[in-house]
């Protein structure tokens, strides 16, 4: 998708997937839940205007990229951020790092769809483009999703919700990291 037809719901999340953070934790720092933040990214609704400031910092952005998408011409550097802290190396005993990736699908249909995938095998099943016999075309490439984001948070360790998309035959998707 050219970055001039990106809706600012998409915008707002893959500059979110970019810095490798959940919904939840983009929630947390903007002082919002995280369904607020599942709104802006499905273009159901927009961030508060007070909002906006913050957001394009958090997410390394100028308030015009944010909201138009292209670089401002005159950018007013804003308070450099804090390097962010070095993640700790997993270990065995950290029961804080994410162990699968689940794939959650309410079908247009009405099917309900639960896929639980060890990590290690999490980019085998986002890079696959099968269709479920009988119930939804998990194809997630037509969803605009970009899976090289989504590995990028599970190195990071992230937890949470990465992804949630409406289509328009009235699939919902949810993938998260638990």
């Given at each position: 998708m050219d970055e001039k037809d990106e809706t600012l719901g998409r915008r707002i999340a893959?500059?979110?997937?970019?810095y490798?953070?959940?919904?939840e934790r983009l929630a947390m720092k903007m002082g919002v839940t995280a369904q607020a933040v599942s709104k802006w990214e499905n273009d159901l609704s927009a961030p508060d205007i007070m909002l906006l400031p913050e957001l394009a910092r958090t997410l390394g952005?100028?308030?015009d990229e944010l909201?138009?998408?292209?670089?401002?011409?005159?950018?007013?550097?804003?308070?450099?951020?804090?390097?962010?802290?070095p993640e700790p190396e997993p270990s065995c005993s950290d029961e804080s790092r994410p162990k699968k990736l689940h794939i959650h699908v309410d079908s247009?249909?009405?099917?309900?769809?639960?896929?639980?995938?060890?990590?290690?095998m999490a980019s085998a099943v986002l890079g696959a483009s099968s269709k479920i016999p009988g119930v939804v075309n998990l194809n997630l490439n037509d969803a605009?999703?970009?899976?090289t984001?989504?590995?990028?948070?599970?190195k990071h360790g992230e937890k949470g919700t990465?992804?949630?998309?409406?289509?328009?035959?009235?699939?919902?998707v949810t993938i998260s990291l638990e």
């Open positions: 893959r500059l979110r997937l970019e490798g953070m959940t919904q952005v100028s308030v909201l138009e998408g292209r670089k401002s011409q005159e950018v007013v550097p804003a308070e450099p951020e804090p390097a962010p802290e247009g249909d009405g099917d309900v769809v639960n896929i639980n995938v060890p990590l290690g605009d999703i970009d899976t984001l989504i590995a990028e948070a599970i990465l992804v949630e998309v409406d289509g328009d035959d009235g699939d919902h």
